[in-house]
């Protein structure tokens, strides 16, 4: 790999890796990142973090930023030990400090009952978090996600039916984890990459069609740009466009509820129901987290608008609602 600050440039035309540079540094202008942050930046090997690292490193000095990079080899291929090899050789390039952790992803799958895709998130974020926490309560947490993996994550939801939260996409900031390339381009980054002469990873399960993300990618995406060229910007302003109204809506439910408590000492009110688009929300936000499912959500509705009293619903998790003269108990 090439260190990008060998490469003296006084414009952006006999800069390869300007476009990266830029996008990181419009990231953190949006992000509010101040001078001198600590942060951990996830980095896998692949293009997308293989940018976020080099452009990271190119603006820390100016910034007086503290690099940590941070890699979980999550082991379920071979060869993915050399790429956390290959990963902390860069950091050490650089002159920044590395933590590289190993995985066991399939047992972690296998015991938690979930998919290997999930664990595996699951799991990096863990990992992350420690990492983050390890290095104080204002340490931020960086990933490289970019506008593709948005648009792609929209479609995802779309497919399942998801309402305004799943169409919000990937949050730019979430607690102490913020996507300063949640705007640019895959396909940009990988090319300021090869002309720069950095290298990077490349996994080749990123292009097996058993992943419905890989579909989503390799086929439906392409399919929508064929339609309409910008059809990455169009689905992430729609994201932009679901998160202020969701975030609208949740507002008006927390107003709700407040509202209906005060009314009944404590239960739910829910003699004058509000529009079924509010009480679902208002129910989410007074169950709180793991939601319930759509299902059980407006079994309760049903229940609660109903004439019938007495009603107890099953909301999983050990959480149930019961239901008598229209007010709602949580328990």
Do not use: C, K
């Not at 452009?55 to 503290?66: I, K, N, V």
């Not at 340490?139 to 309402?163: F, K, M, P, Q």
């Not at 004439?307 to 999983?316: A, K, P, Q, S």
């Amino acid at each position: 790999m090439t260190h990008p600050n060998r490469r003296r440039a006084t414009a952006h035309g006999n800069d390869p890796f300007a476009p990266v540079t830029d996008a990181v540094a419009l990231g953190a202008a949006r992000l509010a990142i101040p001078d001198g942050a600590a942060i951990v930046l996830a980095v896998s090997g692949g293009p997308d973090s293989t940018a976020l690292l080099y452009g990271a490193a190119r603006l820390a000095p100016s910034r007086a930023w503290r690099l940590t990079v941070a890699h979980l080899d999550h082991a379920l291929r071979d060869g993915s030990a050399d790429e956390a090899a290959a990963v902390a050789a860069a950091a050490a390039r650089l002159g920044l400090a590395v933590e590289v952790r190993r995985a066991d992803v399939a047992a972690i799958a296998a015991a938690e009952h979930r998919s290997l895709e999930d664990a595996g998130r699951q799991a990096r974020y863990r990992f992350l978090e420690q990492a983050g926490a390890a290095r104080g309560s204002d340490a931020l947490i960086a990933t490289a996600h970019t506008a593709d993996d948005v648009a792609e994550t929209i479609l995802l939801h779309l497919a399942r039916g998801s309402g305004l939260r799943g169409l919000r996409g990937i949050p730019e900031r979430r607690g102490r984890i913020v996507r300063p390339l949640l705007h640019a381009r895959r396909a940009t980054l990988r090319a300021a990459l090869d002309a720069a002469g950095i290298g990077y990873a490349t996994d080749p399960s990123n292009a097996d069609p058993a992943h419905a993300r890989n579909r989503v990618r390799g086929e439906l995406l392409p399919a929508l740009e064929r339609l309409n060229p910008a059809a990455v910007d169009a689905l992430t302003r729609l994201g932009r466009l679901a998160a202020d109204d969701d975030n609208l809506l949740d507002a008006l439910a927390a107003a709700e509820l407040a509202t209906r408590r005060a009314a009944a000492d404590g239960l739910i009110e829910w003699r004058n129901p509000p529009a079924r688009a509010l009480g679902r929300r208002v129910l989410r936000l007074a169950l709180g987290e793991p939601a319930p499912s759509a299902e059980r959500i407006e079994a309760l509705l049903d229940a609660a608008e109903g004439h019938r009293g007495g009603v107890t619903i099953e909301l999983g998790g050990d959480r149930q609602a019961s239901v008598r003269e229209r007010r709602i108990r949580l328990e």
